[in-house]
């Protein structure tokens, strides 16, 4: 094997894994988006006056 397919063997490893990378850092990205909506939309539906009184009798 000559010099010349080892470099560009090394060289579209590394691409691939710069590919990888830049897929893996969008698929992050959306998931935090997703996640904070999904807070926001929880922190609207909480209803803060249901479970503060307990009314019991015996």
Same mark, same amino acid.
């Given at each position: =094997? !000559?010099?010349?397919? *080892? &470099?560009i063997n090394l060289s579209? =490893?590394?691409?691939?894994?710069?590919?990888?990378? &830049?897929?893996?850092?969008?698929? =992050?990205? &959306?998931?935090?988006?997703?996640?904070? !909506?999904? *807070?926001? *939309?929880?922190?609207q539906t909480v209803n803060?006056?249901?479970?503060?009184?307990?009314? *019991?009798k015996a």
């Open positions: =094997m !000559d010099i010349a397919a *080892i &470099s579209q =490893m590394k691409l691939c894994q710069q590919v990888g990378v &830049s897929v893996l850092k969008l698929a =992050m990205d &959306s998931a935090e988006t997703q996640c904070a !909506d999904l *807070i926001k *939309i929880l922190e803060p006056h249901l479970g503060a009184n307990l009314d *019991i």
